[in-house]
């Protein structure tokens, strides 16, 4: 039987068919999940709202992760349809462009560290705040995206790495508040993915094509890699695992040291 059959899950976080958000919906889909939808503005509603219908969902709503009123809206407007809610996938990061670029110390501004952690970490607290009067009684999940600069640094990823460090650290802290309800909140450390986010990103090609030489499995992770990963989760046959970064990345973050093969003497 399909493991999701029943669940009834918000995704955060759809951008294009190449976003990870997107990757993680088809495999919930597919494991039977009945899904609603946001989208960040109108641009994103016109490029949301055909990929929703595509997997049988009918609701979508705004939700800018920035505004409270549409974190309110959005909860009530699941409310309405549903009555209650059974996983979260909160797939959602920022940081200005000219952070994400060259020295850590010259381009890391008061203002974007700070719109960095509000966007990608701050709105897990949020949206989990939003989430658990709708998974009362429930077995919930939470889930969130996240990568290796949180824990090494990586060039060019600046103060996003901080940001996800903090996301990180939510999780756990998320994690010792809900678990008592029943509520389980976990994050994927997912390898790069070449994704809008990702793209703003200098030099994220030579990212890809690092992971591709040195990662144990030598290829990159797929949205299919991360999407069932990802529906595992949220899904009961998680039923005990919480508070843990689950690192989807080809064992990339396993490796100390890998020789390349034209580098052999
Ligand atoms: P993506 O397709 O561009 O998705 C990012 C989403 O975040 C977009 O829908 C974006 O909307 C949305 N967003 C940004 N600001 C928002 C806001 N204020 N309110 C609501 N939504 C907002 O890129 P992605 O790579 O799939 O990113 C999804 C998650 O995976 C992120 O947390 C990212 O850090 C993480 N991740 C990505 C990689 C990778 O290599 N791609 C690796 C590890 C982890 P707009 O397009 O309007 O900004």
Redesign the pocket.
Known sequence: MAFLAGKRALI?????D?????GIAQAMHREGAELAF????D??KERVEPLAASVGSRVTMP????SDEQIDAAFERIEREWGHLDAVV?????APREALTGGFLENTSRDASRIAHD??SY?LTALARGSRPLMQGRAGAIL????LGAVRSIPNYNV?GLA?ASLEANVRFLAADLGPLGIRVNGI??????????AGITG?RR?LNRVAEVAPLRRNVTLEDVGNAAAFLCSDLAAGITGEILYVDSGFSTVGMSFPAEAED
């Open positions: 955060v976080g759809v951008a294009t190449r976003s990870i958000a997107w946001s989208y960040a503005n641009r994103l939700l800018d992760v920035t909160h797939a959602v990061a920022y966007v990608s709105s969130t995206l996240t990568y996003m996800k450390s997912a390898g790069p993915v070449k994704t809008l986010a990702a994220f990212m």
